[in-house]
């Protein structure tokens, strides 16, 4: 994948989940539309789980916070709690109680020639994760002790399901794609993964869980991982609308926006759960209203969403938790590119262009900082969320 979720600084320390910095601490989410979603798998998280417990819908653990999954359940038998493992790597280190951050260790790997090989014929880590050796994963032996390994660590605890990492269409990220000798192009070592996501998510499913994947450059390999879905609970796209750490850069280009808006509408349409995550600085308002009204343009209630600017700690904003309603029909889109969707209680706009528009709303409406206003200027790259001062009847239609 593009960005590699942290997996650990190191494996054997215990990972205690997440840290959510509040803005709003009375807030409630828009859960029937967009959710929220806590990636707590980086080496300082931490839970505050009375916060937690009243604004999450999905928790990503590693797979040895047993105790605070069930913590979790205890205080919200309904937020879903997904169990991180690697797809595409074997790890050579574990947790203290020998639970390991991957479907299959290094040992097992090793012992059953489940590792890829270079064109020199050595097993070769991931660049920069020394303790990650590349997996052979579309070797049928590997997929099977994968599911089989992975389905039993789901059924030791009350976990929801498998929150799958590093399930990409290409090995770019990881290693040159010419070098990986049994699969050097990325048609090759995309059509492998295929075949991994259709064994494990099938058994996966089978065994009455989620199977929720991180599938890396999904915008840029729709003709070869749109049909993944078909086996699969949902799937993230890490880098959604904007990418790397700091404010102000890294937006998505147009084109690309709209893939992403495609992959939310793919999931939302097929009954998928979709989770977005924008990365950006703690307190970046901007990226995080960006990201967000993107998925609420057409979320339709599978739709997860959370700015990060690591994997330790959330920043909650305001908007998240606005009474906005249930939408009122699809988004539509003006003659400038702004897309705009009508919710009974609320409005929300989106400019992806690189350009300012001004939008007449034809009522009054206030939020994100603006009071009963009933024209908005979008600045390029934005979004905002707004509630209604006089709501709607609601209708029927979803996108």
């Not at 601490?25 to 029937?32: L, S, V, Y």
């Not at 920069?128 to 660590?153: C, F, K, M, P, T």
């Not at 893939?259 to 097929?270: A, G, I, K, P």
Request: positive net charge; contains cysteine; proline residues 4%.
């Amino acid at each position: 994948m593009r960005r590699v979720l942290q997996l650990l600084t190191s494996v054997c320390a215990s990972i205690t989940a997440l840290l959510l910095l509040a803005t709003s601490a009375h807030a409630t989410p828009i859960a029937h539309v967009v959710g929220h979603v806590d990636v707590a798998i980086g080496s300082d998280a931490r839970i505050n789980y009375g916060y937690t417990a009243g604004h999450e819908q999905v928790v990503i653990l590693q797979a040895w916070e047993t105790s605070e999954l069930r913590r979790l359940k205890r205080d919200n038998p309904d937020v879903k709690v997904l169990m991180y493992q690697n797809a595409s790597s074997a790890s050579t280190s574990s947790a203290y109680d020998g639970l390991y951050p991957t479907g299959v260790s290094y040992d097992q790997a090793a012992a059953h020639h489940w590792l890829l090989e270079n064109t020199s014929g050595q097993p070769f880590t991931f660049e920069g994760e020394n303790w990650l050796y590349a997996a052979d994963i579309g070797s049928r032996g590997y997929q099977r002790a994968w599911a089989h390994n992975v389905v039993h660590e789901l059924s030791q605890a009350p976990w929801d399901g498998v929150f799958i990492d590093d399930l990409n269409p290409t090995i770019r990220y990881h290693d040159c794609v010419p070098c990986v000798a049994k699969y050097p192009t990325d048609a090759r070592y995309g059509a492998a993964m295929g075949r991994f996501a259709r064994y494990v998510g099938r058994h996966i499913r089978a065994a009455g869980k989620l199977a929720v994947a991180n599938i890396g450059s999904w915008d840029g390999y729709q003709h070869r991982v749109d049909h993944w879905l078909h086996w699969l609970s949902g799937a993230m796209d890490e880098e959604f609308v904007k990418v790397g750490d700091a404010p102000r850069v890294g937006y998505m280009n147009e084109a690309t926006w709209r893939e992403q808006l495609h992959e939310v509408r793919l999931t939302q349409r097929e009954h998928k759960m979709f989770i977005g995550i924008t990365h950006s600085s703690a307190h970046d308002r901007r990226a995080a209203l960006y990201g967000y009204a993107t998925e609420l343009l057409a979320g339709a209630g599978d739709a997860i969403f959370s700015m990060t600017a690591n994997y330790s700690t959330n920043t909650w904003f305001r908007p998240y938790g606005y009474r906005i309603g249930t939408p009122v029909g699809r988004y539509r889109i003006d003659f400038r590119g702004v897309y705009q969707r009508s919710f009974t209680d609320g409005e929300v706009l989106v400019n992806p262009t690189t350009r300012p528009a001004s939008v007449a709303l034809g009522g009054a409406y206030s939020g994100c900082g603006l009071h009963g206003v009933r024209r908005v200027t979008l600045r390029p790259q934005s979004g905002l969320v707004l509630t209604a001062a006089q709501p709607r009847l609601a209708a029927s239609a979803r996108s």
